[in-house]
């Protein structure tokens, strides 16, 4: 599997904290903050392009039988879905989440949990890549803002050594960490991450208005000349939020 495009990425590399494949033959790199970066293949895909995708707004990893209960019904145009995590009283993610409704939908009353499923924080051989731009599909939607990845078939943990600066091929350093070898050689890109990524999670009162979630992004993602913050292509100011 090709990971040689993951360790180019122009926003750096230093946050990569594994690199891993799935089956359709696309890989991908997660990131330290909890985001992903898809390398995407065309193979045993419809649509044929490939490359780097843009870098998601969160990802969460869920067993194949939970994406299975959860995504057909998030991309009905017929209904008005949100995927919402649920917390603990006290407003702790409890690593469980929801699909519910958003308006009425037959017998069904808004706010209805359609289904409800455990995810995980991390990858692992197994589970599916779910990124998230987005937890809302409204009733005419397809839900295009999550990516429900194909199941993990390969995981490399990023080896310490590959945090020098640019000194350690990618190919020994995968071998190193996982016994698996790609072709290529590690160089280290110029500068710090700059797509805002907001927890999934993040409370009512952690994104109480735009303004206060975007001083959040700068101050933890800005970059050090001047701390500029580049948003994602589908942001649009008061509606781009994670839950």
Same mark, same amino acid.
Request: hydrophobic fraction near 30%; charged fraction near 25%.
């Given at each position: ?28 790199a ?66 469980? $989440? #929801?699909?519910? %409704?958003t @308006?009425?939908y037959? /017998?069904?009353? &808004?706010?209805s ?31 295009r ?43 280290? $890109? #110029?500068?710090? %991450?700059? @797509?805002?990524?907001? /927890?999934?999670? &993040? ?41």
């Amino acid at each position: 599997m090709d990971y040689e495009p993951l360790f180019k990425l122009p926003s750096g590399t230093d946050d990569i904290e594994y690199v891993y494949g799935t089956g359709r033959g696309s890989t991908y790199a997660h990131h330290s903050n909890q985001t992903s970066t898809r390398n995407r293949s065309g193979a045993n895909h419809r649509d044929t392009s490939t490359g780097i995708q843009g870098r998601s707004g969160k990802t969460v990893y869920m067993d194949p039988k939970h994406v299975n209960s959860i995504a057909g019904l998030y991309q009905n145009a017929e209904m008005a879905t949100k995927f919402h995590p649920v917390t603990d009283s006290e407003g702790k993610p409890t690593g469980r $989440a #929801a699909l519910y %409704l958003t @308006e009425d939908y037959g /017998p069904r009353k &808004a706010g209805s949990v359609l289904s409800e499923v455990p995810y995980s924080l991390k990858p692992a051989v197994g589970l599916h890549p779910v990124e998230l731009w987005g937890s809302e599909s409204p009733k005419g939607s397809e839900g295009r803002n999550i990516h429900w990845g194909s199941k993990i078939t390969e995981i490399h943990p990023r080896p310490d050594r590959l945090k020098q600066a640019g000194k350690v091929g990618l190919a020994a350093g995968l071998a190193g960490a996982a016994g698996a070898a790609s072709a290529g050689e590690y160089r280290k $890109a #110029a500068g710090m %991450l700059g @797509e805002m990524a907001l /927890p999934w999670w &993040a409370s009512g009162s952690d994104l109480a208005t735009d303004e206060e979630a975007l001083a959040k992004a700068k101050k933890a993602y800005g970059k050090k000349s001047g701390g500029s913050v580049k948003m994602p292509d589908s942001y649009s100011s008061g509606n781009w939020k994670l839950i």
